[in-house]
């Protein structure tokens, strides 16, 4: 048994055995503050400290360094596929996969891990970005290049745009480079200048190559809109324009008024050009059915966008703490202590997948409502979302998190990264739990910023 495995086991065997000293399972109703005393030898407070020591050991010991295996030594940029050992799967890079790790080892880079190889990917992901990724003809960004940079879909995706103006953003606190936070504004710009909807707000889907409509591109969505949301939080924090904060205001009540139906506390997520939402067609179906995934996501993430915008906190705080109810009254499975994939806007789960970044959203949100509540049923349910990724979710052979299980614990893929699964959902929510929301980095490193010619650094192959 090597070292890492012994660590990992030796994390999960003294979380479940903080788990054996709280009554009961986590709530199926919204929590009502459950004493954890009693039986209980730990304080809320010391039981949410040995939450976060173990969630920072898992993040530095086991979880991060299988990312390493992402530096694509050859081409620049990161791998999007690989096997569950980090050995390469595939060469596709999708622009959301290769935003999303630039943004997680920035945000690694920015919380103090000032370690050479993870500053060496930020560089090399931004740099492939740039000169790769980037449609140098149009604007904007093509959605996926193969391994070597050569387009192989050249549709225009505002979902991926959105997370190009958050790892940009991320790298600019990283670096302090003026150029790095004119890549997250010129990309906002081509947004407003070719998707959004003036008419009605918010902004369209899918665009061709030149940015002219797809057929079904006018439509509108729930997941793109959560992730703007996400980004131009960011964005608004580092410029604090009235134009970002407009649109960031704009983005939020659309997805309050729209998305979220009040009278079940969940979301839907397809919507025509004026927000009417979808009943008929192929996206229909995606309305027939409530993501718990997405609902917990975005309850933590208004809270943000709120706090971005100087909004009162009640109105933010009742949504977000109704998504996590409904997530915890419908999908959770009381058995695993894990958050399952969907179901109807009221009843029981029907897809009871266990991936992997709603398990870290759910942390993430849990995290927030116990410290806004000071509601223990909360603390008792993210005690045993931990114990669940600790435990099974974590690969503890090679390292990361595997993609998505059976209740049970039986993993569904081998794979451990693809184009949607990066290091950006499990890292995220490791920091954010030990070490609070981020965006206040500390100062940038004196570094050369990259250049459209500079070459990536190579001290090995793959």
Known sequence: MNRSRTRVLAQAALLAACLAL???????????GKALSGRSELTPEQAYAEIKSQLLLHLEEHLFPFWRHSLDQLHGGFINELNRDGSVAGGRKRLVGQARQIWTFARMWNEGYRIPWIYQG??????????????????????????????TDESKQTYGHAFVI?????????????????????????????VHDDEHGGYYDLMEQDWTMRPAGRNKSTNTHMHLLEALTELCMVTGKDRHKERLKEVLDRLVEHAYLPEYHCTIEAFSPDWTPIRSGPLAAKNDYTSYGHNVELAWLMQRAAQALEL???????????????????????????????GPWRGPATDSTISWWMQAENAIALDWAWRVTGEEGYLQAL??????????????????????LTPEGRVRSPRKAHGWHTAYHEVRACLNIARGWGGTPPAAPEQEPPQDDAATPEDETR
């Open 22 to 32: 709280l009554p009961g399972a986590a709530p199926q109703e919204p929590p009502e």
């Open 122 to 151: 930020l560089v090399s992901g931004m740099n492939f970005l740039h000169q790769k990724v980037r449609d140098k003809r149009h604007g904007g960004y093509f959605w996926e290049v193969g391994r070597e940079g050569k387009p």
């Open 166 to 194: 958050y790892a940009a953003v991320e790298f600019y606190r990283a670096s302090g480079y003026p150029a790095a936070l004119k890549v997250a504004e010129d990309t906002f710009n081509v947004l407003e200048t070719h």
């Open 312 to 342: 009162p906190e009640d109105k933010y705080r009742r949504i977000g703490l109704n998504l996590i109810n409904h997530a915890l009254r419908y999908g959770w499975h009381p058995g695993a202590g894990a958050l399952q994939s969907s």
């Open 383 to 404: 005690y045993r979302q931990v114990a669940w990724i600790l435990s099974r979710q974590a690969d503890l052979q090679y390292g990361g998190w595997w993609d998505s």
